[in-house]
């Protein structure tokens, strides 16, 4: 940069009144940017290089973006390791539950239009819900103290679970039995030697309010809005977003959020002629899941990576019947990027509004202070409409402002949208339940590069 300041300087002495311009233009890019040491932030590019060098992880696509405009770009490693294909900027990925933040806007499009209530009871929308009841660790049943409603399932304080975490209630077992798992669910209790990994076709619903009937029949670990608990309710969003909208909930996220975005590259399934860019996604030896701790033969599996759904044969090469909004979108960094910038402009993007103040005002408000999964409560952040809430950085274990929204995917990927700095981070890997959370180091070496 100094060496562009001295060339344009130079430049003056010839052509004063173009590059008088030139060099406004140019000052203030580098005062954008200057707020962020370049030497700090590649910290970032040396752990993440450090980490594919020790097969830790098979490659990263990492940008950060300062006012809109980059600051870090990591694009490093392979996208498949045994084929030794690079990785690539444009790469897709599984985003798993980053899902969830995309379902919490398309709920709050009609939100804004006056079509659905977060006071509005699920029953409303899927009746069978009606007869919903609750499970206590004994195994007796119970009515529910008041109706499950809209708000409770895109805040976690439903009831409803996720099969593989644990509730020490039959609860769990009644989901396996009526295999209400997320779409592109993986059987992670493994034996040691077993080398077939294959990911099965999916939930045998023919769409997604097939899938929320069937879900209303399975018990409530806790009454509505008790406590917060991780589990499948923002699935059913789907389902109601199709029935209030008269469309599928792919055609409604086209039409209403990836159309207006750019985000071109945002679905719930890979086209063909895009193959060559999918990932492919791997395990980790240390990895565990809940309450399940995998086993492997070191001398089957003698690397620490195991590839667990080949990009070339992954389910995500055919289009799905249920479109799943808690887990079953595939996406771009550059996508995310766009997603993640109109958070922090407040429901616009490029001069389009997804969401009015008055709407994204009730997406980001913190329903439910310090929740926490599988025992770890987070201090200094809420549940807002679908993704997390920065509400006392004092307390957070996090430099994000307060007010940053933010989420993660269960193959590694992390975003987070800071409204305050005008940052977004975007982190994208493919490593199912990797026992290396990377979100505190990136935060920390992000916020620690700021001049």
């Not at 007796?140 to 509730?167: C, K």
């Not at 945002?266 to 193959?275: D, G, L, M, R, Y």
Request: net charge negative; glycine share 8%; charged share 20%.
């Amino acid at each position: 940069m100094k060496h562009l300041i001295f060339l344009i300087i130079g430049n003056l002495m010839n052509f004063q009144r173009l590059n008088i311009f030139l060099f406004l233009i140019f000052s203030i890019n580098f005062l954008s940017a200057s707020s962020f040491s370049d030497e700090r932030l590649q910290r970032i590019t040396a752990m993440l290089d450090d980490l594919v060098e020790e097969k830790q992880f098979p490659g990263f696509v990492t940008i950060i973006t300062k006012d809109g405009k980059p600051i870090l770009k990591v694009v490093n490693g392979y996208k498949d390791i045994d084929k030794k294909i690079p990785m690539k900027e444009d790469a897709l990925f599984r985003i798993y539950s980053m899902s969830k933040p995309i379902t919490g806007v398309a709920l709050m499009i009609l939100v804004d239009r006056g079509l659905i209530k977060l006071s509005d009871p699920i029953s409303k929308f899927i009746p069978e819900f009606k007869n919903t009841k609750v499970v206590n660790e004994a195994g007796d049943f119970f009515n529910l103290d008041r109706p499950v409603t809209v708000l409770d399932a895109a805040t976690h304080t439903s009831g409803l679970i996720y099969a593989w975490l644990p509730t020490e209630t039959i609860a769990n077992d009644i989901y396996e039995e009526k295999n209400l798992h997320p779409y592109y669910y993986l059987d992670l209790e493994v034996t040691a030697d077993q080398t077939d990994f294959s990911i099965p076709p999916g939930k045998p619903f023919s769409n997604i309010c097939e899938f929320a009937q069937e879900l209303a029949s399975a018990p409530l670990v806790h009454q509505p809005g008790e406590k917060w608990t991780y589990g499948v309710g923002m699935d059913l969003l789907g389902c109601i977003i199709e029935k209030v909208s008269g469309m599928t909930f792919g055609n409604f996220m086209q039409e209403n959020i990836f159309d207006p975005l750019g985000m071109k590259d945002t679905s719930f399934a890979v086209p063909e002629s895009e193959i060559n860019r999918f990932t492919s996604m791997y395990t980790h030896k240390g990895a565990s899941v809940g309450d399940i701790q995998r086993e492997f033969n070191d001398e089957i599996f003698p690397d620490d990576l195991i590839l667990m759904d080949s990009y070339e044969e992954s389910p995500y090469l055919k289009m799905n019947k249920v479109e799943d909004g808690g887990s079953g979108l595939i996406s771009t960094a550059e996508d995310y990027l766009k997603f993640g910038q109109m958070l922090n402009d407040r429901g616009s993007f490029g001069g389009k509004t997804i969401l009015s103040e008055e709407a994204f005002s009730m997406l980001s408000e913190s329903y439910m202070e310090n929740f926490g999964l599988l025992g770890v409560v987070s201090l200094g952040m809420g549940q807002a409409i679908c993704m997390a809430k920065i509400t006392n950085p004092a307390f957070s274990q996090f430099y994000q402002s307060e007010g940053s929204l933010s989420w993660g995917g269960a193959a590694s990927t992390i975003f987070w949208a800071d409204p305050v700095e005008d940052i977004v981070l975007v982190h994208m890997t493919q490593v199912l339940g990797h026992p290396v959370d990377l979100r505190a180091d990136l935060d920390r070496l992000t916020y620690s590069s700021k001049n």
